[in-house]
């Protein structure tokens, strides 16, 4: 059955994407949020996602695999900056929306019932309208995609009331990611903000199966290049691991760091209770629009980044006795590159971009490395 549903939608994802890249990527984006939004409030439209999925992803209830501190049932999560929302001028105008009844996070429920685990965020304390004019780019040659969105997103307080209210139709498998404001150079903002952040979602009543701190977004026009060492992460860390408590952390690290610093890295995880490292996030290039602005590379062309960092971080991961596992992301894009990655989860992105919504259940069957199956 997995068999047959995969090749269908592959006859039907070959003819419809030359029909979709009519569209930008910025109105192809556009228009994929107000499906999903849709979606969302569709319970025939939830319910057929959900049999899509169980035909078309393996499952195996028990045993599954644990990593970073949560059970997955499949290895492949959907990462941050898809389940993320609008951005808003003030934190009183996105509340107001919340509690107009506005979707303030369009695929909430949708892409966990067709994809299975998904990474909501990212959310940095106070809303954020994101940079102006076009900010997504795609490269068919390459399958390559850059961004400069720039964390728009509600801000973490409205996105916690959001959810707090649908408390009953969480998915069972989901993440929340929360980032450093950015222009913020002072350690000790940074690190009350990410408490504040967490904060607002537990005091909401909402409860994801792991929460990831990403210091490492390449593409506001305001981050240091992620260049940050293990102490600051550690500093930023202890304190939001025990703020999270019982609900593990995670912490997403850039592709571009030295060697030493992907090093030093798990001793410091390990040292600050982090349960996972995410490598990587897309690594910072220069915009199409403009190349005295950085975007965030993904696909293919990250890869080989993602992968020289993944490697560093392995080595050293051996030595903490499973205490801190690798989630490979950058570039996941096929059987081949997920096989590569040799761990026991990952997260996708450009990978929904050149094969569609059922991107994950492809490459785990061309990888044939499932550890759920």
């Known amino acids: 059955m997995r068999d047959l549903t995969l090749n269908l939608y592959l006859l039907l994802w070959r003819a419809l994407r030359p029909l979709l890249f009519l569209n930008s990527p910025q109105r192809a984006h556009e228009r994929a949020m107000a499906l999903l939004s849709w979606m969302d409030r569709s319970e025939t439209t939830i319910s057929l996602a959900s049999r899509i999925h169980r035909s078309c992803f393996p499952r195996l209830d028990s045993p599954q695999t644990e990593v ?12 941050a900056g898809m389940v993320k929302g609008p951005g808003f001028v003030t934190e009183q105008d996105a509340l107001a929306a919340v509690e107009k009844g506005d979707n303030l996070l369009p695929g909430w429920r949708s892409l966990p019932a067709l994809l299975g685990p ?11 309208e994101g940079n102006a004019g076009a900010v997504l780019w795609r490269d068919s040659g390459t399958r390559t995609t850059r961004n400069r969105v720039g964390l728009r997103n509600p801000g973490a307080r409205a996105a916690a009331r959001f959810l707090g209210l649908q408390r009953d139709q969480w998915p069972e498998t989901w993440g929340v990611n929360i980032a450093t ?8 903002r940074q690190g009350d903000e990410l408490l504040e952040s967490i904060g607002f979602f537990l005091d909401a009543g909402v409860r994801p199966s792991w929460f990831t701190l990403n210091v490492s977004c390449p593409n506001t026009g305001e981050d240091p290049r992620g260049r940050y060492s293990a102490a600051l992460v550690k500093t930023l860390c202890e304190p939001a691991v025990r703020r999270a408590h019982p609900t593990p952390l995670w912490i997403k690290i850039a592709p571009d760091l030295a060697p030493e610093q992907y090093k030093t890295l798990p001793k410091a995880c390990v040292e600050a209770g982090v349960r996972a490292i995410v490598a990587t996030n897309t690594l910072a290039q220069p915009s199409p629009a403009n190349a005295r602005l950085d975007a ?4 293919e062309d990250l890869f080989p980044h993602a992968r020289r960092a993944q490697r560093l971080l392995q080595q050293e991961l ?13 570039g996941i894009l096929d059987g081949a590159g997920w096989k590569a990655c040799e761990a026991k989860a990952g997260q996708y992105w450009s990978a929904l971009v050149w094969r569609g919504p059922l991107a994950a259940a492809l490459i785990l069957r061309e990888g044939q490395n499932d550890p759920c199956q």
């Open 118 to 128: 998904v990474e909501f965020g990212s959310f940095t304390r106070w809303p954020r």
């Open 181 to 188: 404001s950015p222009a913020i150079d002072d350690v000790g």
């Open 68 to 79: 970073g501190g949560v059970r997955f049932g499949q290895p492949l999560i959907l990462a």
């Open 296 to 299: 965030g590379l993904g696909g």
């Open 318 to 330: 051996e030595k903490t006795a499973g205490a801190v596992d690798l989630i490979a992301c950058g």
